[in-house]
């Protein structure tokens, strides 16, 4: 190796490339300054094939959206996006936003003012109910009977035409106990909510924790580094003394035992589990719980860097996943799904942005066979979900 650089630096070679000692180096970014993680925008040089997927090959249910967080109740970009629902053969949209109370009522009246036959609603918990943010000690779930009258709350939104219960990662990683703990997943007092929505046909979308580098330090070694840069508080790593967020195993272990214990239950794990780089253990998930589901919204990105797995865990378990985007999204990223389950395409963004928002990597489509893109499109939501079947039909895709 010595003999190769010193005949290299004879001949002069590597001089345009190294810089001198004392000199700005070569790559530098704008006006002269060393280039950034940040503003790093590489170019692929790859050439491969680029299908251009402009609608789902069946009419799909997209069972995660947030039409409220998300619009704010805009009429108009509702209006827009069921234009991209048309274009895209999205026949129904479940959006996740309707908190139990006014919020439901507003929100159930701005969806099917127009659109009925488009949207079904999830209902959320309200544990906070009129206590003060800042004292859990206030909040309604701290009083007795409150998930009795959450469990009455459901029967009647039920009869409004609700079609599920989200649960959001908070619970767990947020919501608050009367002693300053958080509340843990498993506690027995919310039993009768869980057994109420079996009673009722209604299933539980549940996000518990998050990917695996949110719980590790955000050091050169994590993975999602530059997006944990850009968001520290989605972090959940116990860095200092006196943290007490628990562990991914924690939790996971929690949810894992409300699901065993309410078998008439129906639940869908959010985004893939939160574990979608460990297939396995959502297949062990899947294999231990039968009345467990999973959908990939906002997880395609890690479905997509492990092509062959993906695919063979698709097909596996073709009637346990539903599909799901978390959106509303732009059309391009709407589009990139239709092209990651149908395609063979290789090395293609999996976001409309131009610095991969969830990791620095690019994606590989799976081409699933037109048997499972139909059960993970439509057919598993419609034997899941309430209200669902109904509108397929309406659209004449039974």
Known sequence: MLVVLLAMMATGWGQDTVPAAGEPPLLDGQDGRELLLREFRPRSLLRGNKTDVAQARYWTVDVHTHFFYKQRHNRQALADYVDLMDRNRIAVCCSLDGRLGSQLDEHIAFLWKEHRDRFVVFANIDWQGDGDADDPRSWACQRPGFAERTAEKLIEAKQLGISGLKIFKRFGLGYRDSNGELIKIDDPRWDVIWKTCGELGLPVLIHTADPLAFFQPIDRTNERWEELSRHPDWSFYNDEPGDDFPSRKELFAARNRVIERHPKTQFIAAHLGSSGEDL?????????????????????????RQPYSARDFLIRYADRVVFGTDGPWPEVRVRYYWRFFETRDEYFPYSEKAFPPQGLWRIYGVHLPVEVLRKIYRDNAARLIPGVAERLEAIGEP
Do not use: C, H, M
């Not at 396995?280 to 997509?304: C, F, H, K, M, Q």
């Open 280 to 304: 396995t253990r959502v297949a062990e998930w899947l294999d231990r719980y039968p009345n467990l589901s999973v959908d990939p919204a906002s997880r395609i990105n890690e479905l997509g």
